[in-house]
């Protein structure tokens, strides 16, 4: 087993705030366009990592990332769908902005990557694939659909209404006991998970 390598955890922890930063703007701007000044009110239309930063999640990005594993979240983004003009349907679209912004941030960083790989010094080029990887894999993890991820709104979203308010409510039971598994078990259980879609759209992203 290798030792700590700084410089790959510097490198690792970079994009994971880069990736952090941009997914929750998305959310913010998504429900600020939605007809939601709270976000705004709270400084989180910004691509400011200090406005973003949650303290437990930058402390597990910090354990992950030196393990080896980088994952971690940034602060949710406070919003009030009493204020969106289209409740259940705006809710899903600032859901998904999150995950769709780290998704959008890969394929821009893959075009990049593929016309300039070669004329860039070789560290350059490696936190490109960086960033992508982990902009894609924070996609997946989010979309999850397990609370208090993305992927819970949003499949709560897309559910006849009955369904949705069981699921929520077994959600508000067992959500956070199950994430908290997730983050334990994370070595172990979401490479299992997302690390297969995860190198397909690696790699068809990055070539």
């Not at 070669?118 to 936190?127: D, E, G, N």
């Not at 994430?179 to 995860?198: E, M």
Request: glycine share 8%.
């Amino acid at each position: 087993m290798g030792g700590f390598n700084l410089y790959e955890f510097a490198l690792s922890m970079s994009a994971l705030v880069i990736c952090i930063t941009v997914h929750e703007f998305a959310h913010a701007y998504a429900a600020y366009r939605a007809g939601d000044d709270t976000p705004r009110l709270q400084g989180r239309i910004s691509l400011n990592p200090i406005d973003h930063l949650d303290p437990m999640g930058t402390i597990m990005m910090v354990v992950s990332s030196i393990s080896g594993f980088g994952i971690g979240w940034g602060k949710p983004v406070r919003i009030n769908p009493r204020n969106f003009r289209h409740p259940r349907w705006d809710s899903f679209r600032v859901s998904l902005w999150g995950p769709l912004s780290n998704l959008l941030t890969a394929a821009a960083v893959g075009v990049i990557y593929r016309y300039t790989n070669h004329l860039l010094p070789s560290q350059v080029a490696y936190f490109m694939w960086l960033l992508a990887a982990i902009s894609i894999g924070l996609a997946l993890f989010n979309l999850l659909p397990v609370a208090p991820l993305d992927g819970h709104h949003i499949v709560s979203a897309l559910l006849p209404y009955e369904q949705a308010r069981a699921y929520q409510q077994f959600m508000a039971r067992y959500g956070l006991l199950i994430f908290l598994a997730l983050i334990f078990l994370a070595p172990d259980v979401l490479p299992r998970l997302i690390g297969p879609p995860a190198r397909l759209l690696l790699r068809l992203l990055m070539g």
